[in-house]
Structure formats: C-alpha cells, structure tokens
C-alpha cells in the first residue's frame, strides 16, 4: 500500500514537471536543476557565474531552501529575476514549488534559469521538475567517497562539478577514487574540477553551460 501511495505522489509530481518542461521549452529558456549536500558551494558557484554571462545571456534563480531568504539576497544583487522558494519541512524541492515559481518570472526575459535545489544528498535527484539539464556538485571537505555513497545524485548528472578545490592540498582527497567511483555508475556526464574562489574551472563549466544552452535553441525550433 505504501508503495503505492508514493507512486501516486510521483505521477503528480511528474504530470506538474512535463507542465513546467512545456512552458520552459516555450521560452526557449535553459532550466538547470542544481544539486548537492548543503555547503558544496552551489550559491557561490551561480555568484560567479550569473556575472559571467552578463550582457550574453540571461538569468535567473530559483533558490529552494528550509528557511530564510539569505542565499535569495545574494542572487538577488546579480539578477532581479530571483525567486526563494521556502520548503519548511520539505527536504526537496517539487514540481509543484517550480510550477509557482516560474510565475513570479518572466520566463520571455531568460537564457538561464537556475533552479538551486535544496541541500540534500538523497532525494532531490528523484524528483524531476521539469528542468533540461541536472548539475551535481561534490566539495572536497565532503570526501571523495561521496560518489559511491550517494549513487543517486550522481547518476542522473549530466555534469558533476567537483568544487572548492583550492583546498586539494590542505585536505586528503583522492581524485582517482572519485574517477573511479563514477566510471562504476556514470560515463556519460563530464568532472569539472572547479573554485569559484580562485576561477580554476570556471571556463569549462561555463562553456559547458552554453553548450546545453546553444542544444536547446536549436531544438526549440
Ligand atoms: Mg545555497
Ligand atoms: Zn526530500
């Protein structure tokens, strides 16, 4: 019976993500689900990247966390198009929650719209909503054993961003074991190693980023 119940939740959920797909496809628009524990450096990652594509591309956030408005603020200086979506108990962000996002955007006004999941190693990857591309994020201070642990977030990435490695030579990290432990689960998503702090990466990531973007306009078509 349980199984059931949250299959139903699921179908909805999915029914609500292909609405949201649709309106996104119609806007031409990017949408980018990013994820990861808390603290792996997703606020930071779009602090830099936002800028970066000023005056070339367009964007946006929606921001999902627990409680307060503090990573909206941030984003807020870069784009006025910043929604916080405010999840209370919820561990995940829904289709449902984007759904009333992208009404308080205008979605004719974006290139990029970057959906900040909430913090969480676990169930975000298992929620689709609606977005084109999935961004999963693993920091050094977490440990490089994180990718076989936590299989779920990293499989269904079509990219992984191995950030603040500015700190690869203060802390004990093994790069080969994470290369190892996603050649086990997923072959298909590139390794960018990144720091938003010092810049190292940030041209792959970012040109990466326009790739999928350039993909989507010709779809669109
Ligand atoms: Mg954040
Ligand atoms: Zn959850």
């Not at 699921?10 to 808390?38: G, Q």
């Amino acid at each position: 019976m349980k199984i059931t119940v949250i299959e139903s939740v699921l179908k909805a959920n999915d029914a609500v993500a292909r609405t949201n797909r649709r309106r996104m496809d119609e806007a031409k628009l990017l949408a980018v689900n990013i994820m990861s524990a808390p603290g792996s450096g997703k606020t930071a990652l779009l602090e830099k990247t936002i800028p970066a594509f000023d005056g070339h591309l367009r964007s946006a956030v929606l921001v999902g966390d627990l409680q307060t408005t503090r990573d909206a603020e941030r984003l807020a200086r870069l784009t006025a198009q910043t929604t916080q979506i405010n999840t209370g108990q919820g561990c995940h962000l829904s289709a449902a929650q984007v759904a009333q996002g992208l009404d308080s955007l205008d979605l004719a006004q974006i290139d990029l719209l970057f959906i900040e999941n909430v913090g969480n190693m676990v169930c975000p990857a298992g929620v689709d909503l609606g977005e084109h591309v999935r961004v999963a994020l693993l920091s050094v201070p977490e440990g490089d054993d994180k990718v076989a642990k936590y299989p779920t977030l990293f499989q269904p990435a079509d990219v992984i961003l191995l950030t603040k490695v500015d700190l690869l030579n203060v802390l004990d990290f093994d790069r080969g074991r994470v290369r190892d432990d996603l050649s086990r689960i997923n072959t298909r998503a590139p390794l960018i190693e990144l720091s938003a702090k010092t810049g190292q990466g940030m041209d792959d990531w970012l040109g990466w980023l326009a790739g999928r973007r350039a993909e989507r306009i010709e779809t669109a078509v």
